[in-house]
Structure formats: C-alpha cells, structure tokens
C-alpha cells in the first residue's frame, strides 16, 4: 500500500514517497481528490485556490509501482492555470516484518504551459517506512528551477528535501497524521526552509477526508511570490479505488 494523497505533496502526510510495511501484491489502484488548496512542501501550486486531483498506479508482485498523478494548478498570479502531469517509478522491498524501503523517482511535468513549463523538475526519493505508522524520506531534485521574491532567477540547480511523518490510528476510522519536513534550497534560491502539518484523517470505505495545518517558516516566502507559502488550514475528499 502506497501512504500519501500525492506525489510530491505536503498533504495529510507530508512525505513524497510513503512506503508501507505490508506484503507487495499484484494490482491497479488509483484516487480521485478534490482538495482546498494544492500544497506542494508547504507552498501552494493552487493560488490557494482548490484543486481537482487523479492519480492511477500499478504495483507488480516483485516489488515495483508506476503511475501517473495529474492535478490542477496554478504556480503564480500572472501564470495560467494548467495542468500538472507527474510520472514516477519506483520499487519496494521489505527488510523485516516490521521495516520497508522504498526508492523511486519522479518527473513533474507542466506539458500543456508553456511558462509553466519552465519549472518541470526531476526527482529521487528515498523512503523508510515502520509499521505504516512512522515514515522518513529523503529526496534530491537535479533541476529545480526558482524565482525568487527577489526576481532572481535559477534554472536546473539542486535542492535536498528531508521529511519525518506520523499516522496514528484513534478510534474506529478516525487516525492523527503529523509531520516536518525540511527543503534545503541553498543551491538554488540561496535559502532552505521548514514546513510541517498537523490534523486529522476519517476514512469511510473507499472514501477518506483529510483536515491539516500546514505551515511553513518565514523563510519560504522568499520562493516565486508573496503569498505562495504561509500558515494554512487545507481540507481533501479523496475516492480510492
């Protein structure tokens, strides 16, 4: 099973690559979502507007995942709004009964904008996971490109991004999720910053909602334009299948 509401995302569960302990099984899955505010480590790729979400994803016997996750969005107020394309790969393997691993990469694409297109970026994550409550990921990024609040403008550098989160279940469906991530973006925008969430997840059968806190440190909005990061409250209905 495959813990997160996106790729990439600072969502209920901040990591990018959420791995689980249970035994890798042959099949199809996928989400439908609709989200308050897309939330990419703290900033938003929505205008704080909310957003429609899908993701399809295969995981084979031996351990290996692909899909593709789309969502829309929206990277600036003079930007238009388009559609994010993301594709990724990965593979999963169980160290113990109560220990995973995951590795996988990503590409994020913008193929329908052109200005959008500008900041497509590649990643490589590295994911622990214990028990399907406690995750910890590590992630590079090649070629990220920023502009930051000073017009400054960085194509293809690298950035480091590092995530501890928690999901504990309460009572029946309900489960507290938690979680703090790190973007060090010192490469490419001269600065790093932290992001973390707190809230809560109520799952009904196929469907879950998902209420967060989302915040981010004062040094995030420095990155692409006022009021792109900040403290937030992001609610997501998303259908499993």
């Not at 993301?86 to 990503?106: M, N």
């Not at 040094?219 to 990061?229: L, N, T």
């Amino acid at each position: 099973m495959l813990h997160r509401c996106h790729i990439g995302l600072a969502c209920t569960l901040l990591s990018s690559a959420y791995v689980s302990s249970s035994r890798a099984a042959d099949f199809w899955g996928g989400s439908l979502d609709v989200t308050s505010n897309y939330l990419v480590r703290g900033l938003s790729f929505s205008n704080d507007d909310p957003a429609l979400q899908g993701d399809i994803h295969y995981h084979s016997p031996a351990g290996w995942l692909a899909g593709i996750f789309a969502s829309t969005a929206k990277l600036g107020h003079d930007i238009p709004a388009t559609v994010e394309l993301d594709l990724y790969l990965g593979y999963t393997v169980q160290l113990s009964q109560d220990w995973a691993a995951r590795v996988q990469a990503v590409h994020y694409g913008f193929p329908w904008d052109r200005i959008s297109r500008h900041y497509e970026y590649d990643e490589f994550v590295g994911a622990l996971a214990y028990r399907d409550s406690l995750f910890f990921t590590a992630s590079w990024t090649p070629d990220i490109t920023t502009l930051t609040a000073e017009a400054a403008y960085r194509p293809n550098r690298s950035a480091f991004s590092y995530e501890l989160a928690t999901h504990l279940p309460l009572k029946g469906a309900l489960a507290a999720v938690a979680g703090i991530g790190y973007f060090d973006l010192s490469d490419a925008a001269d600065l790093s910053y932290w992001y973390w969430n707190a809230g809560l997840s109520y799952a009904v059968g196929a469907v879950k909602l998902d209420l967060a806190y989302v915040g981010t440190s004062s040094q995030a909005e420095d990155i692409y334009y006022p009021g792109m990061a900040g403290d937030r409250v992001v609610a997501t209905l998303s259908y499993h299948f």
